[in-house]
């Protein structure tokens, strides 16, 4: 059996799609997993949130279980590519201390952050017809999603297919120039 000692030690690279709820992330994930030529983990926030009990959460405490159920999921994503795996993270830039966290957590240098955009429109009308998600809560995530308007790479999910999406940011991976996206917002904190 093989040691620990007997692994090279490197980093992961992060790819973090960031959007709306019903933009298109989880779609560009399935998608970069096929087509990427090194092995990655999808870790999407949802499947964090999906991990818990189905115990009733009294109302008064749900935003404090939220907000450590972010904080888990951040540390989660650092902690894996710190082992050195590589991580396409699907999360929701909704609220301005999520970033400030991961900016925090996540080797700036190790992270292409991807903006997935999609036109209000598009957004109510996936939302109907998912039928999973409240209509209404992608134009509640909107304004504060991209807000610090700083990306390595972006995609609007409305001209362009999941595997189109996914293949400009396979693409744009070898060659992606520094300083990144996290270098240049973790400078201007």
């Known amino acids: 059996m093989e040691h620990l000692t007997d692994v090279p030690p490197r980093r992961g690279l992060v790819v973090f799609l960031n959007g709306t709820s019903s933009s298109g992330k989880s779609s560009i994930a399935a998608e970069l997993l096929r087509i990427l030529d090194e092995p990655y983990f999808h870790m999407p926030v949802d499947a964090f949130h ?23 999921y951040h540390r989660a994503v650092a902690g894996m590519a710190a082992a050195g ?40 009308r996936r939302e109907r017809e998912r039928g999973n998600r409240p209509v209404g809560l992608a134009a509640r995530q909107l304004k504060q999603v991209h807000a610090h308007g700083v990306y390595d790479i972006e995609c609007d999910t409305s001209v362009s297919d999941p595997l189109e999406c996914a293949r400009r940011i396979r693409d744009f991976l070898p060659a992606r120039p520094t300083p990144t996206a996290f270098q240049r917002l973790r400078a201007g904190n």
């Open 85 to 124: 795996n590589n991580v396409v993270m699907d999360h929701i830039l909704s609220a301005q201390w999520r970033l400030r966290d991961c900016l925090s957590l996540f080797v700036p240098q190790d992270v292409v952050l991807v903006g997935v955009h999609c036109p209000l429109d598009e957004l109510e």
């Open 50 to 72: 999906a991990m818990r009990s189905r115990t009733p959460v009294p109302p008064d405490q749900l935003d404090t279980m939220l907000h450590r159920t972010w904080q888990g």
